[in-house]
């Protein structure tokens, strides 16, 4: 098993853009984790406890989730676009009977930036935890587990053309490229125009996007939390100072953790989203305000165009 890497200190970097060349050392195999971890932590939307245990698995099996309910039987999901179903301000999958696991795209982020393309996620809850609201923990975890490498191959979506959607000012595409590398921009009232790109390996994930926090405007997420806590839904339930970046006016209270932090934000759930395609894809990304919403829709549309991706 690898030598577990040390934690990064939770500022955000730069991180290493990687030319045509990654691709050639990109692993011509399937992998998995080398050993199972377990985490523990409160939901951000449901806040209650949850307990993670992500375990190796066979080749060809991708990433399966596995929920277990209360009278003790389990349910299953795969982390496909097609079992995604729309949740507030998060990625929720939907099994065939109809039961969810949601906030699953920080680690689903976490395991495609370390090539992991096979594992087994249990949970004893409906909701992942949210930790600090950054991928962070997931990042430690998978490194001290280390990566396993199968004996099957590895297939990888190349695109053939552009594929695009829109929503008003919000825009999101992806285009023939020969790694996965990603441009965005947000703007936020009192915070101005943030920007990011770069290409997404370990080292660019771990070191300028997954110390990025889930954030929100104060004012908003009051509300919302009332809103919760009247009718009974799953929305914010588990928000803290401590699990959210929370702005007010023009700034985020405790600070950032670096310059534009809530777009490198944005970039994490997109490459947690992206990853429902069910394998790597080959892509340059370019996106202005995205959310999930729009990040499920561009997959959804990239992969009922077959003309449009192959597999390689």
Same mark, same amino acid.
Request: proline share 8%.
């Given at each position: 098993? $690898?030598?577990?890497?040390?934690?990064?200190? @939770?500022?955000? +970097? /730069?991180?290493? %853009?990687? !030319?045509? &060349?990654? #691709?050639?050392?990109?692993?011509?195999?399937?992998?998995?984790l080398?050993?199972?971890?377990?985490?523990s932590?409160?939901?951000?939307?449901?806040?209650?406890?949850?307990?993670?245990?992500?375990?190796?698995?066979?080749?060809?099996?991708?990433?399966?989730?596995?929920?277990?309910?209360?009278?003790g039987?389990?349910?299953?999901?795969?982390?496909?676009?097609?079992?995604?179903?729309?949740?507030?301000?998060?990625?929720?999958?939907?099994?065939?009977?109809?039961?969810?696991?949601?906030?699953?795209?920080?680690?689903?982020?976490a395991?495609?930036?370390?090539?992991?393309?096979?594992?087994?996620?249990?949970?004893?809850?409906?909701?992942? $935890?949210?930790?600090?609201?950054?991928?962070l @923990?997931?990042? +430690? /975890?998978?490194? %001290?587990? !280390?990566? &396993?490498? #199968?004996?099957?191959?590895?297939?990888?979506?190349?695109?053939?053309?552009?594929?695009?959607?829109?929503?008003?000012?919000?825009?999101?595409?992806?285009?023939?490229?020969?790694?996965?590398?990603?441009?965005?921009q947000?703007?936020?009232?009192?915070?101005?125009?943030?920007?990011?790109?770069?290409?997404?390996?370990?080292?660019?994930?771990?070191?300028?996007?997954?110390?990025?926090?889930?954030?929100?405007?104060?004012?908003?997420?009051?509300?919302?939390?009332?809103?919760?806590?009247?009718?009974?839904?799953?929305?914010?339930?588990?928000?803290?100072?401590?699990?959210?970046?929370?702005?007010?006016?023009?700034?985020?209270?405790?600070?950032?953790?670096?310059?534009?932090?809530?777009?490198?934000?944005?970039?994490?759930?997109?490459?947690?989203?992206? &990853?429902?395609?069910?394998?790597?894809?080959?892509?340059?990304?370019?996106?202005?305000?995205?959310?999930?919403?729009?990040?499920?829709?561009?997959?959804?549309?990239?992969?009922?165009?077959?003309?449009?991706?192959?597999l390689?």
């Amino acid at each position: 098993m $690898p030598t577990p890497l040390p934690l990064p200190s @939770p500022r955000l +970097a /730069a991180g290493p %853009a990687l !030319g045509p &060349a990654s #691709l050639a050392r990109a692993a011509p195999r399937q992998t998995t984790l080398a050993a199972a971890f377990d985490l523990s932590g409160r939901g951000l939307h449901t806040g209650r406890r949850a307990t993670v245990r992500v375990c190796p698995a066979a080749a060809d099996g991708g990433i399966l989730f596995r929920r277990r309910l209360p009278r003790g039987t389990w349910t299953s999901v795969p982390a496909l676009w097609q079992h995604q179903v729309p949740q507030t301000l998060c990625t929720a999958l939907q099994a065939p009977d109809g039961h969810l696991v949601r906030t699953v795209e920080h680690l689903l982020a976490a395991l495609s930036a370390f090539a992991i393309d096979n594992a087994l996620v249990e949970i004893d809850a409906e909701e992942l $935890p949210i930790f600090d609201g950054s991928a962070l @923990p997931w990042c +430690a /975890a998978i490194r %001290a587990a !280390g990566r &396993a490498e #199968l004996g099957t191959p590895r297939r990888r979506i190349r695109l053939r053309r552009i594929v695009e959607v829109r929503d008003g000012r919000r825009s999101l595409s992806i285009a023939p490229a020969d790694a996965l590398s990603v441009e965005a921009q947000l703007s936020l009232a009192h915070l101005g125009e943030m920007r990011w790109e770069g290409t997404i390996t370990p080292e660019t994930f771990e070191g300028a996007l997954a110390p990025a926090r889930s954030f929100g405007r104060l004012k908003w997420a009051v509300p919302l939390k009332l809103y919760a806590l009247a009718t009974g839904r799953p929305i914010l339930r588990g928000a803290t100072l401590s699990s959210t970046a929370a702005i007010v006016g023009g700034r985020v209270l405790g600070g950032m953790r670096g310059p534009a932090e809530p777009v490198r934000h944005r970039v994490l759930d997109l490459v947690g989203d992206l &990853a429902l395609a069910g394998h790597p894809i080959l892509g340059h990304v370019r996106a202005a305000h995205t959310g999930h919403a729009l990040n499920h829709a561009l997959v959804a549309k990239l992969m009922r165009d077959p003309g449009a991706w192959e597999l390689v």
